[in-house]
């Protein structure tokens, strides 16, 4: 398995707050990506990132943001967070642009916004 | 707006029987279409095809793509119970995007 791990797994927080969840990979791949997944629906994408210091944002981008300031690390922060966005969210990295190679995804965060 | 459109949403079939799982797609600037398995937790890499007509197999799996008719399926014979999960399509584009379906629910019965 891609060594690719998230942080917190589960978190239940109540609306209104800032939550941050991170990303972390030790296989020094350039690309990151977080997608949020809801019941019944596919993975859909907040934002990316193409290199440290470098996002673009997704679809579903709204109430979003991201910070990359390492390699290994890709952080989404939800800057207030609301019930619409409990979710599964899972990271996913790749050693080239999705469309060249294959993207490997994390194990998920669940959120729970109260 | 990138579209990807899985078909069935779910399907329920006994061990042995043959499936077609259907994916079409609109999308800007296509570079590749992938196919993922999700098992209750993250998804896994099945295929990746970018030339129509090639089909891609992996044992009891296979996929080809059709770049004319904007559209892919995924085969799965002799089916088996754990071959139960979510198969996700997913589109990629050269801007480096990738837009997913929202999946098709196999469930394979003993």
């Known amino acids: 398995d891609a060594g690719i791990t998230q942080s917190p797994r589960h978190k239940v927080t109540e609306t209104g707050t800032p939550v941050t969840l991170r990303c972390h990979q030790t296989?020094?791949?350039?690309?990151m990506y977080w997608y949020r997944q809801d019941p019944g629906h596919g993975l859909r994408l907040i934002h990316y990132?193409?290199?440290?210091?470098?996002?673009d944002k997704g679809e579903v981008s709204d109430g979003y943001s991201v910070s990359r300031s390492k390699t290994e690390d890709f952080l989404l922060t939800l800057e207030s967070a609301t019930s619409s966005q409990t979710s599964v969210y899972f990271c996913?990295?790749?050693?080239?642009?999705?469309?060249?190679?294959?993207?490997?995804f994390g194990p998920g965060t669940r959120l729970l916004v109260l | 707006e990138d579209k990807v459109v899985q078909s069935p949403l779910s399907l329920v079939v006994h061990e042995g029987d043959t499936v077609t799982l259907n994916c079409s797609y609109e999308?800007?600037?296509?570079?590749?279409l992938l196919w993922y398995k999700q098992e209750k937790k993250a998804p896994t890499f099945l295929f990746m095809l970018?030339?129509?007509?090639i089909e891609k197999k992996s044992g009891r799996l296979s996929s080809i793509l059709d770049k004319k008719e904007l559209f892919s399926i995924l085969n799965i014979t002799a089916t088996q119970t754990g071959d139960s999960a979510v198969y996700l399509c997913?589109?990629?584009?050269?801007?480096?995007?990738?837009?997913f379906g929202d999946g098709t629910t196999l469930t394979v019965k003993p």
């Open positions: 996913a990295i790749s050693e080239v642009p999705s469309g060249i190679g294959t993207q490997y």
């Open positions: 296989e020094n791949h350039r690309y």
């Open positions: 990132s193409y290199g440290v210091k470098d996002t």
């Open positions: 999308v800007t600037n296509f570079r590749s």
């Open positions: 970018t030339s129509s007509g």
């Open positions: 997913a589109s990629d584009t050269n801007a480096g995007k990738s837009t």
